[in-house]
């Protein structure tokens, strides 16, 4: 007996399964999103050799392509040799990732570690500063001093009563120290496992991005594919101008930073200045989450230095934010501050301190693309495309939806 398949009934079918379909996968993604996690991070975990050579990679290549022109006018006045240029680049890259990483090692770490020493060392003379600067500055209020002065004392008392109870877990935490030591040796060897898959990508990175564009071109129609890779290229462009850009202009910004605070004799510049650095690549709260913590380092330290510092960072964040951070990364995110914020809180939730750095320029390309889905399904209704239209003033939606009465002829 033959089935008559009516293709109007067909295409309903097809539809509610593939709606069903998303809405239980929507629904399974929910309910096990913490297993979910926990096998992404279980399978990064494993590859993590990989992801570190995808990340440096991705970094050092810029490098590569500078120092692969300058090979070509070299070497091929008469001949090409182009294996030969991009592995001297890729040599010469690689080099150049592992001074940086060996300077920044000989420089910062020792001054860090002498600067937490010294803290440590230095901590019963902090606190005897701290009574002091509280004494001298409101010497005129000396029922406020000794409210302070009380407060402080009974401080001091939790603070070594909690000491004490936490010496006989001594014993746990050195268990707890040989398993992060043991972890800290395994993300080393994946590290340097990781420059090993860089050299391999950087040197058949064309050959890759081929594989990647045939793979997709055999499982995906022709205009699929070409979104597909249209929308690669985008990520591409967003997170390399991102992140290259904004590790630039926290070193600069963190250079600055020490290059003051020696000019004004502040405690721990290497220190304060590493900080305010690291935390400035996380766009929007970096500053505050770099400047916080080390204003209550001077504070402790050296109390009359705190309002000097305070002002120092806020002018240094007004110099990023307003000449060298455009300069250098121009309107790399297009994103305005309320999707910064949100895309930085996001990331940081789901991937911690990495999520909180890609967050934005990954949820830029996102923006982007929903903004591209949006303008080209108002253009097919004839509609304007543009934001300002659609303020609550304007209210050009009524305009152009309203329905026109059909005038019936008589």
């Not at 992404?40 to 991705?58: E, H, K, Q, Y």
């Not at 022109?69 to 150049?96: D, G, N, Q, V, Y």
Request: glycine residues 6%.
């Amino acid at each position: 007996m033959k089935i008559d398949w009516n293709s109007k009934y067909t295409t309903i079918s097809a539809y509610t399964v593939i709606t069903f379909a998303i809405c239980l996968a929507l629904v399974l993604v929910v309910v096990c999103f913490s297993s979910i996690m926990g096998a992404f991070g279980a399978a990064v975990n494993t590859l993590s050799s990989f992801v570190w050579g995808f990340v440096i990679a991705f970094l050092l290549n810029p490098v590569m392509l500078v120092t692969e022109k300058l090979f070509k006018k070299l070497l091929e006045k008469k001949k090409p040799h182009p294996k030969l240029c991009r592995f001297l680049s890729t040599i010469i890259a690689i080099i150049f990732g592992i001074a940086v990483i060996a300077a920044l090692i000989a420089i910062i770490v020792p001054q860090v570690l002498e600067s937490v020493m010294t803290i440590f060392s230095n901590a019963q003379n902090y606190i005897n500063n701290i009574y002091g600067w509280v004494n001298t500055t409101l010497a005129e209020y000396p029922d406020i001093v000794t409210y302070l002065n009380s407060q402080l004392d009974s401080i001091e008392d939790t603070v070594l009563n909690a000491v004490n109870s936490l010496i006989p877990k001594v014993g746990d935490w050195a268990l707890k120290l040989k398993d992060g030591a043991v972890g800290f040796a395994v993300g080393i060897k994946d590290f340097v496992i990781g420059f090993i898959v860089a050299v391999y990508l950087l040197l058949d990175k064309e050959k890759f991005i081929a594989q990647g564009k045939k793979l997709t071109v055999a499982l995906f129609p022709e205009k699929a594919a070409y979104e597909i890779r249209r929308i690669c290229a985008k990520i591409n462009k967003s997170l390399n101008g991102f992140i290259t850009g904004k590790i630039l202009d926290s070193f600069i910004i963190g250079m600055i930073c020490f290059i003051l605070m020696t000019i004004f004799k502040m405690e721990f510049p290497v220190l304060i200045s590493t900080i305010i650095g690291i935390t400035n690549i996380i766009p929007f709260f970096g500053p505050f989450i770099g400047a916080i913590p080390s204003a209550l380092l001077l504070l402790i330290s050296a109390p009359s230095q705190t309002l000097p510092f305070i002002v120092l960072i806020f002018a240094l964040q007004q110099f990023d934010g307003n000449i060298l951070g455009p300069h250098i990364l121009g309107d790399s995110t297009g994103l305005p501050a309320f999707w910064v914020m949100f895309a930085i809180f996001l990331g940081g939730g789901l991937f911690g301190f990495a999520g909180m750095i890609l967050g934005v320029p990954i949820f830029a390309v996102i923006y982007a693309l929903i903004q591209e889905i949006i303008e080209s399904l108002l253009k097919k209704k004839g509609l304007p495309s543009e934001t300002d239209a659609y303020l609550p003033e304007t209210a050009p939606i009524e305009k152009h939806s309203k329905p026109q009465k059909s005038k019936n002829k008589a």
